[in-house]
């Protein structure tokens, strides 16, 4: 698509359910990454995928957290009983760099999803 | 462990008062620093990309320059528009993985 597109956009949740939040990147972008971003707070890495594989995970911050990307497109956030410290926005944000030295590589971020835990 | 700081945390300005946003970054390899916007609700916006010392970038009443040590947004004569939080990220040569580290972010109001 022309941009990446992220949903649900606004989603509220009991605590302790499982929540699903989704990220459609721009077409032919091969990167894909999670962010989280807190009231006050700056936006906090979570996870980075080149093709379908997470060579980086080490931002997630427990294991109820987990994510997965298939076809080299369409990723989905995964949050298990959620707690009300998991409310923030989440960003997802994609690249089309390869992974090798090529000179840095813009990200270019969807919209979020905001997640209200209560 | 790379990281940035942002200062101010916030500014206001009257419209047509220039002024200065700073990032200060420590980083063990710079492969470049990133200026984004973000207005309220919606993601953040790419603005400019610097990689090395000396580099300077300029868009409509913005200019980034970059030291080894600190990045400046430059905002010139702004406007209302300009209202916005600026982040500022670095990536850095870490091999395949190309993350960005960013700061808090400085939120921007310009007055009429």
């Known amino acids: 698509g022309a941009g990446v597109s992220q949903s649900p956009s606004n989603k509220v949740t009991e605590k302790g359910k499982d929540v699903e939040l989704r990220c459609d990147p721009i077409?032919?972008?091969?990167?894909l990454y999670w962010y989280r971003q807190s009231l006050g707070q700056g936006l906090e890495f979570l996870i980075y995928?080149?093709?379908?594989?997470?060579?980086?995970k080490s931002g997630l911050p427990s294991d109820r957290f987990s994510a997965e990307r298939t076809g080299g497109s369409v990723s989905t956030l995964t949050i298990q009983r959620t707690q009300q410290e998991d409310s923030a926005v989440y960003l997802c944000a994609s690249s089309g760099g390869t992974g090798t030295y090529s000179g840095a590589n813009v990200l270019t971020f969807g919209a979020g999803s905001r997640l209200t835990v209560l | 462990e790379d990281q940035v700081t942002q200062s101010p945390e916030a500014l206001r300005l009257q419209e047509g008062e220039s002024s200065s946003l700073n990032c200060s970054y420590t980083v063990s390899g710079l492969r470049g620093l990133f200026w984004y916007r973000q207005d309220p609700g919606k993601g953040p916006e790419f603005l400019f990309t610097l990689y090395s010392a000396g580099e300077e970038k300029e868009k409509e009443r913005l200019k980034a320059t970059l030291t080894k040590k600190e990045s400046f947004l430059h905002i010139t004569a702004p406007k209302p528009e300009d209202s916005a939080t600026y982040l500022c990220?670095?990536?850095?040569?870490?091999?395949?993985?190309?993350?960005?580290?960013f700061g808090k972010g400085i939120t921007l109001s310009v007055r009429p």
């Open positions: 990220a670095v990536q850095t040569n870490t091999g395949a993985n190309s993350k960005l580290t």
């Open positions: 995928f080149q093709g379908n594989s997470a060579p980086d």
């Open positions: 077409s032919g972008h091969t990167a």
